[in-house]
Every structure is written in C-alpha cells, then in structure tokens.
C-alpha cells in the first residue's frame, strides 16, 4: 500500500503519539506504521502511530521436549504427563464435562502439589465441583491461574478466587477460542468487535458537539474486571486495557494469541501416526487446543492402526499431536436433560403458573422472529422455549455456539443420551437431519461474520438505546460472560431480541434510560420483547418505540413499569 491510503478508517483509540518521519526500519515495540498518501521532495513519507503498550509474552516455562523418530504412544497417562514443569500453561479441552480429557488430568492430579503446581490452566470453564474436569486440579492447589469464560457455580474455586489463592482472568467464549486457534497458525494478535464498545453517538448542537446518552464502559475492553484479590477479597490486580480502533466506521479491540506447553484433548478415534476423529460437540475446543500448545497429548477412547481412518474423516492431522494415551476414565453427562411435557402439577393460580404464562407469553411472541430457514441462535433460559412456539411447517437452523447448527430437541429418552452432544448450558439435546458440528472458533465465525439471522438473549437491563447487559451485577461474583458478548458484535447484520420479564423480583424496571450495570455490548438491542409489550429500538438515534401491548395491558402500566422514555406507535398493536 505505499503511497496509497488505506481502504479502511484506522483511529487509535489509545493514541499517545503521532509524527511524520522518513521510511526506514525501525524496530520499536507496539508501533502501528500505516502509509501517509501525500509525499515531499525528500522522499515518501509514512504516518507512525505509537500506541500504548499491551504486556505478552510466551511462556517462559520450556514445554517437554518431543522425539519425532519415536513412537507417539505411550502405556499410560502418567508416563505421558510425568515431564511436565511446574509452572507450565496448560490447555485443558472440553465444554463442561463434554470432551474433557479426564484421564489426563488424573494423571496430572496423582502427580501431587509437591511435584507438579503453579499450573495456568486455560479452558471454557473450570469443570464441575465433585465431578469432574479442572475441578480436580483447582482444589488440590495445583493451579494458580485460570483463563476462563464462565465460571459456573463452583462454589470451592468461587471461594479460593475471592480470597486470592487463585487468580482468574475471564475472556469472552469466542475471543477465547479465536485467541487459541490464532496461536496455533502463527498469529500474534487480531482485532475483534467483541467487548469494543463504540463512542456515544456525538449530534451537532450550534457549534457544538453533544453527547446525548450516557453509556457504561465495557469492563473488557478497558480492562477493569479483576483478575486476582488478597486475602481480604481487595482487588490486587485486573485485567489489560485492550488497544481499540475503527476500522471501516466500526470500533475493533485488539486480542493476543494465547498458546500453551501442554494440550490434553480427548478424542474418539486416534491411529497411531496421531490422526484424531472427534464426535460431535467434543470438537469445541479439541483441535482448537491441540494446533496451539508446544506439546499435545490425546487420551483416545479407540486407538487404531495407521490407516485405519480414511483420510477424508481426520478433525486433527497428526502432525499436531505429539503423545497418544488410552483413555481409561468414562465419560460424563454434566447436565441430563429430557424432553418434558408442560408440568400438570402447577395449580391454576399459583405464583410457579403466573410466572410460567408470562415465560409463554414472551416466548409465544419470541417465535414470531424466527421466519421459515432462518439460522438462529438462543440464549439460555427462556430464549430455548421460542421454537416450541413455531407454528406447523415452519423449519428454522437452531445454532449452538459450542459447535452445532440443526439442534434439535432434548432426548425423548434416557437411551437415547449421547454425552457427547450437549448444547450451550452443556444440557443433552439431539440433532436434526442435515445438523453440522465444528470447532468453536468457526462457530463464533458464523456469529460475528454476520451469518446467524437472529440472536435472542436474555437481560438483566436494556437502555433506550439497546445498550445491554446481562452477565454480571456489581457486588456479586461474575460468573463469566460466555458467548454472550460474541453473539451481540455485529447487530448490523444479526438482528438482537431481548426476551425479559418487565421488571425484576422487586419490582424494579428491566428497561431503563441507561444502564448502570456493566454491558455486554452497546448500541445493539433491535427488539425487546416481554410480558407487557413489544419495544422495537432506534439503535441510531437511540429511542424506544411500543408498538404492542399485552391482552389487559394499558400504556399508563408500561409507562409506571418502564424507567425510560418512549414514544407510542400510531398502530398500537396486541401481542399474539
């Protein structure tokens, strides 16, 4: 591009400084050099942006070394791990219990704190307390860091990150995964729309330029959720401020690779030259995982000879995988979900059905978004109870961030449980004919890349400018974002419905003016739909609109319920 101006707008966001120099190398560290499209008689000339510094490095900690003339498999687990440093990051596969490489991790956990500690675990999620996954390794002591996006309802790990004897950085699901699969293909770093939170919208005023909303910073991109408290539960550190630009009008946060000295991943299928096949969801984050560490060891459930896979059917080429184990522990279900009929046992007036017909009433509505060939993904909780509200004939592509697109309905049966296939809230589901399953860096590419129709999420509040947030209140643990950020980054091209009980417990408005909890993204909400009525949002100019009323619902409850102003559609109509 030298002598050309860039195709896309560049505006650092953290701009310390800005010169005009003369081309020739340099070699500073954090500069942005972006070519300048006037010139002088002394030579071109090239714009340099220093931008403020963001620390990352490698591990320092050596990964064993691997053999390429030896044999990949070993006769145990414990041989395969007995090498492995203290101090080493770890990538640990799996979605909850699903593709967990729980052999592995024995191993690591019978190689005792006094052997093996001061481990930097990274994976979706911490496992499950008393079951299963890193749960094992978090409570012997031997982890001293997480990287994480969603913690869950681990009440032990809960404990030790708020009393400082563990530190955890949360990172949106698919800024993980892509962090991950970055790393494997010899990618330092990227820019992605997730957690960047653009400006308020600036409307000229005379000869000034006011700023007419209000809008909570995104914890993420600045940097402010906490990493590691004291004893006290003080907060000793957070994490980093992101670097943000625009590229294209549209603000962008930059993201590093994140590789590791050791993947465990547990596959279905492995040949001896380290061939791995993957069933289903156990793809979220197997390969992902296994391309990114300087050595990766398989537990294989079915260890088979070289060419014993057709080509055409390999996940993971064996040059990623360096030591092949027999899995020896079974698999788990976190969470066994059946397909259910509506419960018969919920008196007529009780409060348990008053709650259940406002969930149907919103979710009755919910369907209407959902238009015939549709690809669409749901938030979990109330967002899942729209497709049971499809009308017959219609035909919709479900999509599962962990890795599915044509999800179906829970299983009618316990036979027909496959551990294997879980979706988002790590719940068994089956799968439709012509369904998909893939890693989730490609499902979080269907996400942002704009490919997904709809999203529809729950809230803990939403704004008159469909500011939303729903993964953390102040004061209480965060238990992680999750995907949640991911799948409100590109509203311009997946529309966002908010479904969400008018008020809270208390009474207090859901839909506000602005927000005071942290966001999960800015400017995003389309439509909020709950059991009082219908709001479409000027994402824009920043405006509520009703357009629909609840049977037995007057604009005056609406306006008593809502702590935010809005107009009120000519056409006012009934929520079907």
């Avoid at 390794?137 to 009440?155: A, D, E, Y």
């Avoid at 992101?242 to 690779?257: P, Q, S, V």
């Avoid at 009323?549 to 929520?575: H, I, S, Y």
């Amino acid at each position: 591009m030298r002598g050309a101006q860039p195709s896309c707008l560049l505006r650092p966001r953290v701009l310390l400084q800005v010169t005009l120099c003369d081309v020739r190398p340099v070699a500073r560290p954090h500069q942005a050099a972006f070519n300048n499209s006037k010139s002088s008689s002394a030579g071109p000339q090239r714009r340099r942006f220093t931008t403020s510094p963001i620390a990352w490095s490698a591990s320092p900690v050596s990964a064993p070394s691997k053999d390429r003339g030896v044999s990949k498999l070993y006769g145990s687990a414990d041989d395969a791990v007995a090498d492995i440093k203290s101090g080493s990051t770890i990538l640990s596969a799996g979605f909850g219990l699903c593709g967990v490489a729980e052999t592995l991790i024995g191993a690591l956990h019978r190689r005792g704190p006094e052997s093996l500690h001061s481990l930097q675990a990274v994976s979706n999620n911490a496992g499950k307390e008393g079951r299963g996954g890193l749960a094992i390794l978090t409570k012997s002591g031997q982890v001293n860091r997480l990287i994480l996006s969603f913690l869950g309802n681990n009440k032990t790990l809960e404990k030790k990150y708020l009393t400082g004897e563990i530190g955890i950085e949360l990172c949106p699901q698919g800024t993980l995964a892509e962090r991950i699969r970055a790393a494997g293909a010899g990618i330092p770093a990227f820019f992605t729309p997730t957690g960047a939170h653009p400006p308020p919208p600036l409307f000229a005023i005379s000869s000034h330029d006011v700023c007419l909303t209000a809008t909570v910073d995104s914890l993420v991109e600045k940097g402010k959720i906490p990493v590691r408290f004291d004893a006290s539960g003080n907060v000793m550190s957070y994490g980093h401020k992101r670097e943000a630009r625009e590229f294209n009008g549209k603000t962008y946060i930059m993201e590093t690779a994140l590789p590791g000295d050791v993947a465990i991943v547990r596959a279905w299928k492995v040949d001896e030259a380290g061939n791995c096949v993957f069933r289903y969801t156990t793809k979220a984050f197997g390969p992902l995982m296994a391309k990114a560490a300087a050595l990766t060891i398989v537990e294989a459930e079915n260890i088979v000879p070289v060419g014993a896979i057709d080509p055409n059917d390999v996940d993971l080429p064996g040059i990623f995988v360096d030591r092949i184990v027999p899995a020896t522990m079974p698999k788990q279900i976190e969470i066994p979900k059946l397909a259910s009929s509506p419960d018969s046992d919920v008196g007529a007036a009780s409060p348990r059905r008053e709650a259940e017909v406002r969930r149907n009433r919103i979710a009755r509505r919910a369907a209407q978004e959902l238009k015939e060939g549709f690809y669409i993904n749901l938030g979990v909780g109330m967002p899942t109870l729209a497709p049971s509200f499809l009308p017959p004939g219609r035909n919709v592509w479900l999509q599962s961030e962990n890795g599915i697109l044509g999800m179906g309905p829970h299983p009618a049966t316990e036979d027909e449980m496959d551990a294997d296939i879980v979706n988002a809230g790590k719940e068994t589901v089956t799968l439709v004919p012509g369904a998909a399953t893939f890693d989730s860096a490609e499902s979080f590419g269907m996400i942002r890349g704009g490919h997904v129709d709809v999203s529809i999420l729950g809230a803990l509040q939403v704004s008159a400018q469909g500011d939303l947030a729903n993964y953390m209140i102040p004061g209480k643990v965060m238990k992680g974002m999750g995907g949640a950020m991911d799948l409100v980054s590109n509203p311009e091209q997946t529309k966002v419905v908010v479904t969400t009980e008018h008020v809270t417990k208390d009474g207090k408005p859901k839909i506000v003016q602005d927000c005071s909890l942290p966001l999960t993204g800015a400017r995003v909400v389309s439509t909020i739909i709950t059991d009082l009525c219908v709001f479409e949002v000027d994402r824009k100019a920043g405006g509520l609109t009703l357009t629909e009323l609840a049977p037995g619902v007057e604009v005056e409850e609406v306006r008593a319920k809502t702590d935010a102003t809005f107009a009120v559609a000519d056409q006012l109509k009934t929520m079907e």
